[in-house]
């Protein structure tokens, strides 16, 4: 959003510059007496500039505004008025042109109802303020699901977002949240690395413990809004920390258990794997044009950390020497195949180009 302005009457002028706080005399915020005032005078904007209209006391997820805005938002066609999700639809979210939006006709006006748990108004219930927080939290699940594998969307989600949810009502941060998963995952690690079956099987259920908590910090950043580059630099760091811990204690508990010689050698072969994968990451990831979003969705997914439950499996009927062969030479196929993947998506982005 580049502007924003408020229509209110000149009478509660000063009430509204104190409700702004540090929005107060931001340059991009306007206080208008009608919304017609944009089209002449001093303003006079374009009357087909995209617009979005809020209408009520509105609590939605700036996945859900971008994706109304990606699909209405146009500089031509009838104006799109989505009413919000509570009962008494209190408030609506309206997407078109400028113009169209300040003399909607509500003939021409395409009403919606949303399929999501947002937006919601605030009617001035007591209890709208609990049942906003909820639909909030709830909706968190639905802004990651393109990019989570299976299980994680349909089980560790449904699990997160109530986790992030009574969070956010402490003073825990979620670079905390980062950091005391990072301990829980090396511990994990660390039992993988024991001869002990018990130890084996209790560690493949606490980084299954792990793996939900995963989602937890990104979620509860959204949700207080503290949302930072360096937060999520620092989920990626510690993920790849654990990740690479977790393997290496999965091959010194096999060898530990076995006595076997040949996975001190596969730790190398593993690491080789691991090193294609990244290339092969990289290269996906660089992927641009139309459906580039969902390609790099599908790549997230299929390279989530679903292998947790296979994990807890093998680790109960004690076949995690299965695994560690399998990670040794799946990590190259994995590779060879995304590769192969990737350089056949350029080429059909190279042959749909215009001429």
């Given at each position: 959003?580049?502007r924003?302005?408020?229509?209110?009457?000149?009478e509660?002028?000063?009430d509204?510059?104190?409700?702004l706080g540090r929005?107060?005399g931001?340059r991009?915020v306007s206080?208008?007496?009608?919304?017609?005032?944009?089209?002449?005078?001093p303003?006079?904007?374009?009357p087909?500039?995209?617009c979005?209209?809020?209408?009520g006391?509105?609590v939605l997820?700036?996945?859900?505004l971008t994706?109304l805005l990606a699909?209405n938002?146009s500089r031509?066609g009838?104006?799109?008025n989505?009413?919000s999700a509570?009962y008494?639809?209190g408030g609506a979210i309206s997407t078109g042109?400028?113009?169209?939006?300040?003399?909607?006709?509500r003939a021409?006006?395409i009403v919606m109802?949303t399929?999501s748990y947002?937006?919601?108004a605030?009617n001035g219930?007591?209890e709208?303020?609990?049942?906003a927080?909820?639909?909030?939290a709830?909706?968190?699940k639905h802004e990651?699901?393109?990019?989570?594998a299976?299980?994680a969307?349909y089980i560790?989600r449904?699990?997160?977002?109530?986790?992030?949810?009574r969070?956010?009502r402490?003073?825990?941060?979620p670079?905390?949240?980062?950091?005391?998963?990072?301990?829980?995952?090396?511990?994990?690690?660390?039992m993988?690395?024991?001869p002990?079956?018990?130890?084996h099987?209790l560690g493949?259920?606490l980084f299954?413990?792990?793996?939900?908590?995963?989602?937890?910090?990104?979620?509860?950043?959204?949700l207080?809004?503290?949302?930072?580059?360096?937060?999520?630099m620092?989920?990626?760091?510690?993920d790849?920390?654990v990740?690479?811990a977790?393997?290496?204690?999965?091959f010194?508990?096999?060898?530990r258990?076995?006595?076997?010689?040949a996975?001190?050698?596969?730790i190398?072969?593993?690491l080789g794997?691991?090193a294609?994968c990244?290339i092969a990451?990289?290269?996906a990831?660089?992927v641009?044009?139309?459906?580039?979003?969902?390609?790099?969705?599908k790549i997230d997914?299929i390279?989530?950390?679903?292998f947790?439950y296979l994990?807890?499996?093998?680790a109960?009927i004690?076949?995690?020497?299965?695994?560690?062969?399998?990670?040794?030479?799946?990590t190259y196929?994995?590779?060879?195949?995304l590769?192969?993947a990737t350089y056949?998506?350029?080429?059909?982005?190279?042959?749909?180009?215009p001429v």
């Amino acid at each position: 959003m580049k502007r924003i302005y408020i229509q209110a009457h000149h009478e509660s002028a000063d009430d509204l510059t104190h409700s702004l706080g540090r929005f107060s005399g931001d340059r991009r915020v306007s206080v208008v007496n009608s919304f017609e005032e944009l089209l002449r005078g001093p303003f006079g904007l374009d009357p087909s500039a995209p617009c979005v209209r809020l209408n009520g006391n509105l609590v939605l997820a700036t996945s859900h505004l971008t994706r109304l805005l990606a699909e209405n938002g146009s500089r031509s066609g009838p104006v799109v008025n989505t009413l919000s999700a509570d009962y008494e639809h209190g408030g609506a979210i309206s997407t078109g042109p400028l113009a169209e939006l300040i003399r909607a006709d509500r003939a021409r006006s395409i009403v919606m109802h949303t399929a999501s748990y947002l937006p919601f108004a605030l009617n001035g219930r007591v209890e709208d303020r609990d049942e906003a927080e909820v639909r909030l939290a709830r909706s968190l699940k639905h802004e990651t699901a393109n990019k989570d594998a299976i299980l994680a969307r349909y089980i560790d989600r449904n699990l997160s977002w109530r986790i992030s949810m009574r969070l956010a009502r402490t003073p825990i941060t979620p670079n905390q949240v980062t950091l005391a998963n990072t301990v829980v995952g090396l511990t994990a690690a660390w039992m993988f690395s024991t001869p002990s079956y018990w130890m084996h099987l209790l560690g493949a259920l606490l980084f299954l413990i792990s793996v939900t908590i995963d989602g937890v910090d990104g979620e509860l950043a959204r949700l207080t809004m503290t949302e930072t580059r360096f937060g999520g630099m620092l989920d990626v760091v510690t993920d790849n920390i654990v990740h690479a811990a977790l393997f290496a204690g999965i091959f010194v508990g096999c060898y530990r258990t076995s006595g076997s010689s040949a996975y001190v050698y596969l730790i190398p072969l593993v690491l080789g794997g691991f090193a294609l994968c990244a290339i092969a990451t990289y290269l996906a990831m660089q992927v641009t044009g139309e459906a580039a979003e969902e390609w790099l969705g599908k790549i997230d997914g299929i390279s989530g950390r679903d292998f947790a439950y296979l994990l807890v499996i093998l680790a109960l009927i004690n076949r995690l020497d299965w695994f560690a062969w399998g990670t040794a030479f799946g990590t190259y196929v994995f590779a060879l195949i995304l590769m192969w993947a990737t350089y056949r998506r350029w080429g059909k982005a190279r042959t749909d180009s215009p001429v």
